[in-house]
């Protein structure tokens, strides 16, 4: 990736933030940037009291030391007491280990979607399909 499809990236969720509708959470240390997430309200009306978790990340230096857990665990309290959602969900790739991670911070694995992710020809990964009540 290029510097400017990364800014075209941050442009594009910057423009969905609302705080009724989708935030950025972000985590620090001593002061710096060390992970962050996006949750967002589901749009269609059937499903408007569920929410997406996605772009889960930590610093990569910094993975080990509790900060996508203490995402993870805010999260919870933002989409439940601000947001007022009552469910939340996200996907993981599989063969990373991110389902045990997010299996020791409550989420439920609630089944796959195999092979769906195609990260080079010959190499294709299920997509976890995981689900937290509020």
């Given at each position: 990736m290029t510097p400017a499809d990364v800014q075209a990236a941050v442009d594009r969720l910057a423009d969905g933030l609302a705080p009724e509708r989708c935030r950025l959470l972000t985590a620090t240390l001593d002061g710096a940037l060390a992970g962050w997430l996006v949750v967002r309200r589901e749009a269609h009306p059937l499903e408007k009291h569920c929410g997406v978790v996605n772009h889960v990340q930590t610093q990569v230096q910094l993975q080990g030391l509790g900060i996508g857990a203490a995402l993870m665990h805010r999260v919870r309290h933002v989409a439940r007491e601000e947001m007022g959602l009552e469910r939340l969900k996200?996907?993981?790739?599989?063969?990373?280990?991110?389902?045990?991670?997010?299996?020791?911070?409550?989420?439920?694995?609630?089944?796959?979607?195999?092979?769906?992710?195609?990260?080079?020809?010959?190499?294709?990964?299920?997509?976890v399909l995981m689900s937290l009540a509020l």
């Amino acid at each position: 990736m290029t510097p400017a499809d990364v800014q075209a990236a941050v442009d594009r969720l910057a423009d969905g933030l609302a705080p009724e509708r989708c935030r950025l959470l972000t985590a620090t240390l001593d002061g710096a940037l060390a992970g962050w997430l996006v949750v967002r309200r589901e749009a269609h009306p059937l499903e408007k009291h569920c929410g997406v978790v996605n772009h889960v990340q930590t610093q990569v230096q910094l993975q080990g030391l509790g900060i996508g857990a203490a995402l993870m665990h805010r999260v919870r309290h933002v989409a439940r007491e601000e947001m007022g959602l009552e469910r939340l969900k996200l996907t993981a790739r599989a063969g990373l280990g991110l389902e045990h991670f997010y299996r020791r911070v409550g989420w439920t694995e609630v089944g796959r979607w195999p092979g769906v992710l195609r990260l080079a020809p010959g190499e294709d990964r299920d997509e976890v399909l995981m689900s937290l009540a509020l």
